[in-house]
């Protein structure tokens, strides 16, 4: 297969993903499969420095970016913070700019890898990197591969989260819904005082409303029978 089919490949996939994860997971196998890669897989920085692995091809990607985190440095840790978009290394052990990493990352069996921003226009996300096992495994042509993978992989990324917010959202207010119907139908009120009755109980106890409205749902024997004493 070429790279051009490959890539065709990847684009219907990804049309096809569900979910954030079943999107990241394929891009992280392209990624591997387009640059010869050994593994593959996506580097988000949380708050306070907490480094994320939301999709790789292996556990030991996440192993070697949180040892960036450990250690404070590393090409994916500096790519996803806002430096050079992408980073090109093709022998861990001895490139100089990260003296610490790199050495780790060796013993690790890492001794080439790229890494590639993942950004929106308003900031970057994120980083999509390959790793190889052997020395100058990759070439000027294979990061920019990568560069356009993680472009790709942005936008897919942030489509699949929308669609899975949607799914809550939707999914949130059918609970809602439903939670008003029994309400409404237990305690002969209507659709405005059952919602208001779940403002309160959400207030006076903290929790959101959708887990309100749960809560009613698959307690709907005691909403008939009881009242609102039981709820």
Request: net charge negative; glycine share 8%.
């Amino acid at each position: 297969m070429n790279l051009n089919e490959l890539l065709s490949r990847m684009a219907l996939e990804l049309h096809e993903a569900d979910t954030p994860e079943a999107t990241g997971d394929a891009i992280s196998q392209y990624a591997r499969v387009a640059v010869n890669a050994d593994q593959a897989g996506i580097m988000i920085v949380r708050g306070k420095g907490d480094v994320d692995t939301p999709a790789g091809t292996a556990q030991i990607v996440d192993d070697a970016h949180q040892l960036q985190a450990a250690l404070d440095e590393g090409p994916c840790l500096d790519t996803v913070r806002g430096g050079e978009s992408t980073h090109l290394v093709n022998d861990t052990a001895s490139d100089p700019r990260w003296p610490k990493w790199g050495p780790r990352a060796a013993e690790m069996g890492f001794l080439s890898t790229i890494g590639a921003a993942m950004e929106t226009q308003a900031r970057t996300v994120g980083a999509l990197n390959v790793y190889a096992r052997r020395k100058d495994a990759f070439t000027e042509r294979d990061v920019e591969i990568v560069k356009w993978l993680a472009s790709h992989a942005s936008v897919a990324l942030a489509a699949a989260n929308e669609k899975a917010g949607l799914r809550i959202a939707l999914t949130s207010r059918t609970l809602i819904g439903q939670a008003e119907g029994i309400l409404m139908h237990a305690l002969a009120i209507d659709e405005n005082q059952a919602f208001a009755y779940m403002q309160r109980l959400s207030q006076d106890t903290n929790e959101k409303l959708v887990h309100i409205a749960k809560r009613i749902v698959e307690g709907r024997d005691r909403v008939r029978d009881g009242g609102p004493a039981e709820l």
